[in-house]
């Protein structure tokens, strides 16, 4: 079962096609997405790389957490699924 890691503390620079290359070291890499600002394009420091199988997901957290990357110390951790979003009203909502 693929797992999805949170890469955190990217430099702005690094690609998407980079980021598969420095975690192809530790197994597949079925996707690696570096999140980009949707108005300029620029890289928002952080970004997902989703790993074949959970063992070669923990070898990338052991082996690649607080290593350097592009000159940058990286976060490498679990992904945390995005829950489901209400679409209800905000606390504080009538202004």
Known sequence: MASKLYIGGL????????LREFFSQ???VLSATVITDRFSG???????VEMATAEEAQNAISQLN???FDGRKITVELSNPQGQRSGGPRPGGNR
Do not use: M, V
């Open 11 to 18: 430099a702005y620079s690094t690609t998407s096609d980079g």
């Open 66 to 68: 607080g290593r350097e």
């Open 26 to 28: 530790c197994g597949n």
């Open 42 to 48: 620029q890289s928002r420091g952080f970004g997902f």
